[in-house]
């Protein structure tokens, strides 16, 4: 065990909750660290976006890894990386995530954009086959809610079904993204049996409300990288319409900062 992936693991256990934010690059997992946050996440949407690909696994395994080995080599805090569903080979995903010296990574059991999910029982033996030959934090994420799968009546059962099974596999923490309600989020705290993960986005609770019905960690996912395109796109806007450029001027990190984050 690594120090950094033995200090992510104990970030799950309290007893505050732990803030992880998502980067997509060198720079936004720069101003996150100096912002102090304790440990960095990656989020696969955002790193695909920015080298041009679409999200679910469209990128190349390579190129994700690529961009994920260059955030774990510019930061001193532990960080995880968001590997979607592991492509082709997911233990061997989480093997060059550990040669890297990641501290974790976010696997999911999706397969694609149909709502179609693992076999419960292969997913188990992925992770089973992970936390075998690893030492990573393994945030076991079920997409149940997130892709709105099957009959809302059974959705609960269902995610509880599957996250426990994923902990009983050797998950350290469970991730449901997709769901917002105070109600159901207080009672997914109390029916798992780890530390769960909640993604947070428009009307989600607080991180103080999250904490209250005993969450363990919230992420943000993709959502400051396409806060970060809304404002191209707003610089764009008023750039091309009115030739000024309040939006690219106004609270922009100025350029000795910038050069700053990364040692110049």
């Given at each position: 065990m690594t120090e950094k992936t033995a200090l992510l693991r104990k970030l799950h256990g309290g007893p505050r909750i732990l803030v992880l934010p998502n980067a997509w690059d060198v720079a936004s997992a720069r101003i996150f660290e100096s912002a102090g946050f304790p440990a960095i996440a990656t989020t696969s949407a955002g790193v695909a976006n920015s080298l041009g690909y679409p999200d679910v696994q469209k990128i190349r395994r390579d190129e994700m890894l690529g961009v994920i080995e260059r955030i774990v080599k510019s930061l001193d805090v532990p960080v995880t990386?968001?590997?979607?569903?592991?492509?082709?080979?997911?233990?061997?995903?989480?093997?060059?995530?550990?040669?890297?010296?990641?501290?974790?990574?976010?696997?999911?059991?999706?397969?694609?954009?149909?709502?179609?999910?693992?076999?419960?029982?292969?997913?188990?033996?992925?992770?089973?086959?992970?936390?075998?030959?690893?030492?990573?934090?393994?945030?076991?994420?079920?997409?149940?809610?997130?892709?709105?799968?099957?009959?809302?009546?059974?959705?609960?059962?269902?995610?509880?079904?599957?996250?426990?099974?994923?902990?009983?596999?050797?998950?350290?923490?469970?991730?449901?993204?997709?769901?917002?309600?105070a109600e159901t989020i207080?009672?997914?705290?109390?029916?798992?049996?780890?530390?769960?993960?909640?993604?947070?986005?428009?009307?989600?609770?607080?991180?103080?409300?999250?904490?209250?019905?005993?969450v363990a960690r919230v992420s943000v996912g993709s959502g400051p990288m396409r806060a970060c395109m809304g404002l191209t796109q707003r610089i764009a806007k008023e750039l091309l319409e009115q030739g000024t450029y309040s939006s690219f001027t106004d609270g922009a990190i100025q350029y000795p900062a910038a050069n700053r984050l990364f040692g110049g």
């Open positions: 990386g968001d590997v979607e569903a592991g492509y082709d080979d997911p233990l061997a995903t989480a093997l060059a995530l550990v040669n890297m010296g990641a501290a974790g990574m976010n696997l999911e059991d999706s397969l694609g954009e149909t709502g179609t999910l693992a076999d419960i029982a292969a997913q188990v033996r992925v992770i089973e086959q992970i936390r075998a030959k690893t030492d990573l934090v393994i945030n076991a994420r079920s997409d149940i809610y997130l892709m709105a799968v099957g009959d809302p009546a059974t959705r609960f059962d269902r995610i509880v079904e599957r996250l426990n099974a994923y902990r009983k596999a050797g998950a350290d923490c469970l991730f449901a993204p997709g769901i917002r309600d207080g009672k997914l705290a109390r029916d798992v049996h780890g530390p769960l993960n909640i993604l947070a986005g428009a009307g989600t609770p607080t991180v103080a409300e999250l904490e209250r019905l005993g």
